[in-house]
């Protein structure tokens, strides 16, 4: 094989066909990373600003059983929004970064089971780090899929040009395509009322 060849077979940035660029797989492990970052940040803010508040009794103090419902309310819209960021930044399939991600959450929040089956109440009740286990995967899904329908919507730019086309004919005189109310959809003996 020549040296031109392999050049052009394993420098080329715009060939993929060859191999999985190292920066695809990187920019998949950051849009994770980032999700779970997105997670991480915005549960320990919200904790410590209802810790600060008062609505959370001081570190070390066990919370009532309203309280944990309380977390569970906003560690919900919170793994919602790490997918959403994890799909998001994904440079392909946002829906399987986003449950990627779903995938890391279980596997932490399992481990939240085994510490307070282990550790005994003063972690709380078991029935919490079970219902992080079991939004896990939903919250993925509702993350990924409105990235994905996000990212589909900015990629149909010829529905923007159609209607921008269709209204620059209709201000320069010109019709648009049929509609019920138009001239050309109507018939002679049509009148609008």
Known sequence: ???????????????????????????SVGAVFAGLLTIVVLDNLID??????????????????????????YRTVDAIVGSYVAASLAPNRPLRHALSLGVIGIVLSSLGVL???????????????????????????????????????????GLTARRATILSNVDAGGSSPASPDSEAARGPDDALP
Do not use: N
């Open 48 to 73: 410590a600003i209802l810790h600060g508040t008062g609505v959370y009794p001081p570190l070390g103090q066990p919370m009532a059983d309203g309280l944990f419902v309380l977390a569970l309310a």
């Open 115 to 157: 510490a307070t089956l282990t550790g005994g109440p003063e972690l709380g009740p078991l029935w919490y780090p079970l219902a992080l286990v079991a939004i896990c995967l939903p919250c993925t899904v509702i993350g990924g899929k409105l990235a994905a329908a996000k990212g589909a919507r900015a990629r149909r730019p």
């Open 1 to 27: 094989m020549s040296a031109l060849h392999t050049a052009a077979t394993y420098d080329d940035p715009a060939d993929t066909s060859v191999r999985p660029g190292p920066r695809r797989i990187w920019r």
